[in-house]
């Protein structure tokens, strides 16, 4: 059961995202609330969860089938409070349910005809090479994160960990797939040292659909090189569910000596983060002038003792001048990276010492 509530969890966080919202109400019931929440948006879930219905059936060949009952939310509260005895005489004669209420099966619901467009051609990936993550009170580089490019039709998209820009859902699983093989290819360098940091896409992980992707990519990590392997988890949404973090923290950690949760949120929500957990959380600066990054970066470091009360690293990216170096010094920012931090490189940096004022590498 637990296995299955999870994959639920994941499941409506990556498709149910804000401003609407989900909450679990019993063991295998979620009240799903926003606006468009009895028009498309719920079709939108019919095939997705076709999918998810034939996961959820494995490895034990059950029959799967997700419902969906609207109504008054007493209606709904009621619904949720049956057992499953109840809940199949209701589908054999719907006046067992509470009254006001419509069943539907998920994976039954039409969406709107539209018009068949042709996808476009998968894109190619190009390695453009490594940006450094700096310790403020080492004076040196204690890793680095591979950072790509994808081509957009005739220009160039940048897309490099350590930058604003990430990856989108559809880009992120060859994205994460090339990274990796550009990460573990340096680390297995002759006289390698200092941290290798894969990224990973957070909504790329929770998919289900995207699992054996995923599980291919952690079964490369070499075991005998886990103290020198990090990963970052990018895309982490400001208040992602308690069961996404403790599968991801239980997932990640056999392969990774250090899990990184890598968020554009100035007010990620720290509290829901248990002690030992993950080991940091890195704020991106978003793009912008300097006042808005200002202003951001002031937001982030309001919550610093949250983050020292569980233990946890809260380091920052992005960073894309001398002055905002000389911030982060004054904020006591454990690691740093971005374009004011390192140049784009072909080799990595790690464990080599530098001076602030010789920034950027």
């Not at 019993?26 to 009895?38: E, H, K």
């Not at 069943?103 to 005809?113: K, N």
């Not at 068949?116 to 004076?139: D, E, N």
């Not at 971005?338 to 010789?358: M, N, Q, W």
Request: charged fraction near 20%; glycine fraction near 8%; hydrophobic fraction near 45%.
């Amino acid at each position: 059961m637990t296995r299955i509530v999870g994959q639920i969890d994941r499941f409506l966080e990556r498709h149910w995202s804000p401003p609407r919202r989900f909450a679990q109400l019993s063991a295998c019931a979620f009240l799903l609330t926003g606006p468009g929440v009895l028009s498309s948006a719920v079709a939108a879930l019919a095939a997705p969860v076709a999918a998810l219905e034939r996961s959820l059936a494995q490895p034990t060949g059950a029959n799967v089938s997700l419902l969906l009952f609207e109504g008054p939310i007493e209606t709904v509260q009621a619904f949720a409070g049956l057992d499953a005895a109840a809940v199949d005489r209701g589908l054999s004669d719907p006046t067992h349910f509470p009254p006001g209420g419509r069943l539907t099966r998920v994976a039954e619901i039409a969406m709107p005809a539209e018009p068949r467009t042709a996808q476009p051609a998968p894109r190619s990936i190009l390695m453009a090479g490594f940006r450094g993550v700096y310790s403020l009170s080492r004076r040196a580089f204690v890793g680095d994160m591979p950072s790509l490019t994808l081509p957009d039709d005739d220009h160039p998209l940048s897309v490099m960990c350590g930058v604003s820009s990430h990856p989108t859902v559809e880009q992120a699983p060859a994205f994460d797939v090339a990274c990796f093989e550009a990460g573990l290819k340096a680390l297995q360098a002759p006289g390698h040292v200092g941290m290798v940091f894969l990224p990973l896409s957070y909504w790329g992980l929770i998919d289900q659909g995207l699992t054996a992707t995923y599980d291919r990519l952690l079964r490369s990590l070499p075991p005998d090189r886990r103290n020198q392997l990090a990963t970052s988890v990018y895309g982490t949404p400001r208040q992602p569910s308690a069961r996404s973090l403790q599968w991801l923290s239980a997932t990640l950690s056999g392969g990774f000596s250090n899990i990184d949760l890598s968020t554009a949120e100035p007010d990620f929500a720290v509290d829901a983060l248990k002690e030992k957990m993950f080991s940091s959380v890195t704020f991106v600066l978003p793009e912008g002038g300097a006042a808005t990054r200002r202003a951001a970066l002031s937001r982030w470091v309001s919550h610093r003792d949250a983050y020292k009360e569980r233990q946890l690293w809260a380091s920052v990216t992005n960073l894309r001048d001398a002055a905002e170096i000389a911030a982060c010094l004054v904020l006591r920012t454990p690691f740093i990276s971005g374009p004011a931090v390192s140049d784009l490189l072909a080799r990595p940096l790690g464990g080599r010492t530098r001076l602030i004022e010789s920034l950027p590498a």
